[in-house]
């Protein structure tokens, strides 16, 4: 009952009837309504008294097979790990323009949604209302650059709104991973193999060393110089993310080119890369392989 009440009280204050007639409220021309689909992050917002202590505030879109748009809301109510509050109203979509919603939250009522700001990547938007009321400012991820943030509330202001009224919501901050940099490496493996030949190249404890269909045809010791660019060039690399690196073409699997790997242990673990042809690493990898097979030489 009570969900019912806060919900109704919403749908009064979204359609709520202006004293005077507003300008007309200008849209985008045009949206790719797939595109716009998923999750949109508010950054700010001139807050209906629903998200007036709303963190982490997001809108999740997605199109139904009936062409009516499933909008999940959700927020945590009074701090940043407060308990998560989510509304599920329904956009429809105006036949005159798909930038112009009606968003319902009790049938049969529609509240006045309109995307009147998006930028070609579909990475930022603006969400406007012709009675000026509520505005939400919204991106693909929780934060922007300032100069970003300056311009869409520029932008806010030229569509008539007072821009003193705006809020800017608090996100959580995912901490990214600290890439895991080698400072001394235990084993380096190259292995590439196909049908009818083979290459090994294995570098440890101070020795390069190169196999060719199964027989060792070159050891030789690693100098000062050789194992500088090593370090160098593993200095730059996050071991840890080989195992994600996506192959640039999986030609092996079709025309025979050589099935290519590539593991890194260090401290006491190893990390191999996925498959990639044997001429065509992953980016990242590019320097280290063509550093190993250029010693065989």
Known sequence: MRVFRVTL??????????????????????????????????????PTFLEKDAYNPMESYKRDADGTIATTFTFNDGSL?????????????????NAIWGMQFIWPIKADYRIVYLDDNYQQTIIGRTSRD????????????????????????????DTALLHKAAHNTVKQPVPLKVTNF?????????????????VQKGRYSYFLNDKKVLQTLLTKTNLNVLATILAGLDVAAIEDLQAPSKRHQFDGAMVTSLAIKSEGKTHRSVTFDDDNPPEELKELVNYLLGMRL
């Open 186 to 202: 235990e084993q380096i493996e190259y292995s590439a193999i196909s049908r009818g030949k083979s290459e090994l190249i294995v």
């Open 134 to 161: 509520y505005v939400w400012i919204m991106a693909r991820t929780a934060q922007i650059s300032d100069e970003d943030y300056g311009a869409l509330v520029s932008q806010v202001r030229s569509l008539g709104y």
């Open 9 to 46: 009280l919403i749908t009064m204050i979204l359609t709520g009837v202006a004293c005077s007639t507003p300008a007309p409220m200008p849209v985008v021309d045009s949206v790719d309504l797939d595109r716009f689909m998923g999750d949109w992050y508010v950054i700010a917002n001139i």
């Open 81 to 97: 790990d407060g308990e998560q509050k989510i509304y599920r109203p329904r956009g429809f979509v105006s036949e005159n323009s």
